[in-house]
């Protein structure tokens, strides 16, 4: 079990400019989920997969924001045309869900830290 | 929705004193309730949870947390801190019927004090 991870760790872009985070879950867990921090603050959701499926996403993730996790596996989350105000943590956490009423656990991975200037 | 509290932005500790920080949640059902740890520039990590039965509960490095559904409470104690227990706490809450995402305070930041 080498938890989750993520690449990259930081990311200096320029404004208008359009990146891509990646995350690995723990192997086996189903359920992946993206949060974003920013300074000073709490992680706030943005959007969750249980497989490949997409389930829901936050009114945080405008329509520059996609995700996928196109076999399961890994998820990439994308920002198209980068804005300062994406300048935050991202975090990616997974998690075995057992279906409606089971509470699970998330494991969290390192973060990706995003610098828009 | 559910909404999670945390009163202290900052607390300053003496190292070997002990140490109690605050988590109030608003949920209409029974919460699933977390703490976790964030050291500088790094991710969350577990330190707790709690989802049913005993009301207090055992967590990693020393750690132990109380669930008042009275007072919609889940404070976080330590008896002695040590220095390396400066960090960011975040208390969060789950919700089965809000597809298990968490929902987080904003944190209190932990000094410690030699």
């Known amino acids: 079990d080498t938890g989750v991870s993520q690449d990259p760790r930081h990311k200096i872009t320029k404004r208008g400019q359009n990146v891509t985070f990646r995350c690995d879950p723990i192997s086996e867990h189903n359920r992946l989920y993206w949060y974003r921090q920013t300074l000073g603050q709490g992680p706030e959701f943005l959007t969750y997969f249980q497989n490949e499926a997409q389930l829901e996403k936050s009114r945080l993730l405008s329509d520059r924001f996609s995700a996928e996790r196109p076999k399961g596996s890994f998820s990439t989350l994308e920002i198209q045309r980068t804005e300062q105000g994406d300048s935050a943590m991202y975090l990616c956490?997974?998690?075995?869900?057992?279906?409606?009423?089971?509470?699970?656990?998330?494991?969290f991975g390192p973060g990706t830290r995003l610098l828009v200037l | 929705a559910q909404s999670v509290t945390q009163p202290d932005i900052h607390i300053t500790v003496s190292e070997g004193a002990s140490l109690e920080l605050r988590c109030n949640y608003s949920y209409g059902a029974t919460p699933y309730l977390f703490w976790y740890v964030q050291s500088p520039g790094q991710g969350l990590q577990l330190l707790l949870k709690y989802f049913s039965g005993d009301t207090l509960v055992q967590g990693i490095k020393g750690f132990e947390a109380e669930f008042k559904r009275s007072q919609s409470s889940f404070n976080l104690r330590k008896p002695s801190v040590h220095w390396s227990d400066a960090a960011e706490y975040f208390c969060?809450?789950?919700?089965?019927?809000?597809?298990?995402?968490?929902?987080f305070g904003g944190g209190t930041r932990v000094l410690v004090k030699p």
């Open positions: 956490a997974s998690s075995v869900g057992r279906g409606q009423g089971a509470p699970e656990t998330q494991y």
């Open positions: 969060a809450v789950g919700a089965l019927a809000a597809g298990n995402k968490l929902t």
